[in-house]
Nanobody, 122 residues
Framework: VQLVESGGGSVQAGYSLRLSCAAS????????MAWFRQAPGREREGVSC????????SYADSMKGRFTISLGNSKTTVYLQMNSLKPEDTAMYYC?????????????????WGQGTQVTVS
């Protein structure tokens, strides 16, 4: 599985960004896709995830109501719409895919990672 993120950038607080993750090599055995983020000096944290089989989604509390995760029609692209961005959202954002079962917002659930896309909010 290969994952390529895009859509990051620098924006002012209150603005929006839409991240995209193009996946190749996914199979029916893959379970979840997710977005994580990591700020300098901090651990990687789960932002949001989506179940590839049933479509249910999960969000970290601080993102609920502001961020929306979705799948493209072909289910090979996952999006993260980020609204009302805050300076504390500044981080490298990573796309991940899993073939395991477990907590879909935990790092250890994921086998495959993209290279990341930087989001900076000032």
């Amino acid at each position: 599985v290969q994952l390529v993120e895009s859509g990051g950038g620098s924006v002012q607080a209150g603005y929006s960004l839409r991240l995209s993750c193009a996946a190749s090599g996914l199979t029916a055995s893959n379970t979840y896709m997710a977005w994580f983020r990591q700020a300098p000096g901090r651990e990687r944290e789960g932002v949001s995830c989506i179940d590839l089989r049933y479509g249910y989604t999960s969000y970290a509390d601080s993102m609920k109501g502001r961020f929306t995760i979705s799948l493209g029609n072909s289910k090979t692209t996952v999006y993260l719409q980020m609204n009302s961005l805050k300076p504390e959202d500044t981080a490298m954002y990573y796309c991940a895919a899993s073939s395991k079962y477990g907590n879909c917002r935990e790092v250890r659930t994921y086998d495959y990672w993209g290279q990341g896309t930087q989001v900076t909010v000032s």
